[in-house]
């Protein structure tokens, strides 16, 4: 298999296999975050809202512990039944990012990732149980959050063992993927075009107290062309192609990850080689939520 160079547009008949590298020893990772999430089980004492359209979870007015745990459907609800001592323990985490190096993901930098990240604190307490089954799971808003293994592999991909420097991601969801992004890059934009959603992912973010996170509620078609070029663009919904927007915004040698199609969808690697020259290579089946324009 190898890739073809396309020039713009592109098109999705290229397939490529992407190498792997070797686990190597994890990395360190920002205490902050991991520390405050761990807490946050065990201290939720207020709620706190910020009706700004852009927002950067690091300087939010809320404490540590000051935001719940997410309501998808706009009601309160009652703290898990299940053991805040359990589902933050090391060794569940350890036990997902195992299954989802086992199904081929290398790259340590962002499996230390997959596991510094509580994933139970991004869903709501009724599917606690299965925050760290390999599945994507519901978030309200017909969205999900997407499964581990998925979430590690684009990662993968678009880092391809490079320092990632600035990282776009449409579709914000519940904010689980921008925090495992956090961890990976200097500083990551994302963008939710559901105000509930956009809302959820700086309720649940906000605890975390991650400072290189900004969350932005738009059209993640548009991209975010004050802000770009990006060394990286991550999409969390499928669309039958990646919108030109999107392409125009990355860096001449960064790259863009996406799943494509309808029924029948693909990740799709872009690669930008040139001031008017992308290089596309179609990866591997997967499933996402349709990407749509404009916001609700």
């Known amino acids: 298999m190898s890739n073809k160079e396309r020039r713009f547009p592109l098109s999705l008949s290229s397939v490529v296999d992407h190498g792997k590298s070797a686990r190597s020893t994890k990395v360190a990772m920002p205490q902050t975050a991991v520390q405050n999430a761990a807490n946050h089980q065990k201290n939720q004492v207020g709620k706190s809202s910020h009706s700004s359209k852009f927002f950067g979870v690091a300087t939010s007015a809320a404490g540590a512990n000051g935001a719940h745990l997410p309501v998808t459907d706009g009601s309160k ?3 898990p039944s299940i053991s805040a001592d359990v589902m933050v323990s090391d060794k569940i985490r350890k036990a997902m ?11 340590s930098v962002v499996l ?10 991004f869903i709501e307490s009724g599917l606690s149980s299965q925050a760290y089954i390999d599945a994507s799971l519901p978030i309200g808003h017909h969205q999900t959050i997407s499964q581990p293994y998925i979430v590690a592999r684009m990662i993968e991909i678009m ?5 990632l420097n ?13 925090a495992v992004l956090s961890l990976v890059a200097k500083d990551v934009y994302s963008i939710e075009r559901i ?26 078609m548009l991209g975010m062309p004050q802000i770009a070029p990006f060394d990286g663009i991550i999409l ?14 990355l860096e001449i040698g960064g790259r863009l990850i996406a799943p494509v199609g309808g029924r029948n969808q693909v990740l799709q690697l872009i690669e930008r080689v040139g001031q008017k020259e992308w290089k596309s290579a179609v990866l591997e089946q997967c499933h996402f939520v349709p990407l749509h324009q404009g916001v609700i």
């Open 77 to 79: 609800k009652s703290n």
């Open 97 to 107: 990012v195992d299954r989802v190096a086992q199904q081929g993901v290398q790259d």
């Open 112 to 121: 230390a990732a997959m596991e510094a990240i509580p994933r139970h604190l």
């Open 159 to 163: 880092r391809n063992g490079k320092k």
């Open 166 to 178: 600035r990282v776009l991601e449409i579709g914000t969801g519940c904010g689980y993927q921008a």
């Open 195 to 220: 105000k509930a959603l956009h809302e959820l992912a700086k309720e649940n973010l906000r605890p975390m107290r991650i400072p290189n996170i900004r969350l932005h509620y738009g059209d993640g």
């Open 236 to 249: 969390a919904a499928a669309g039958m192609e990646v919108p030109n927007a999107l392409l125009e915004q």
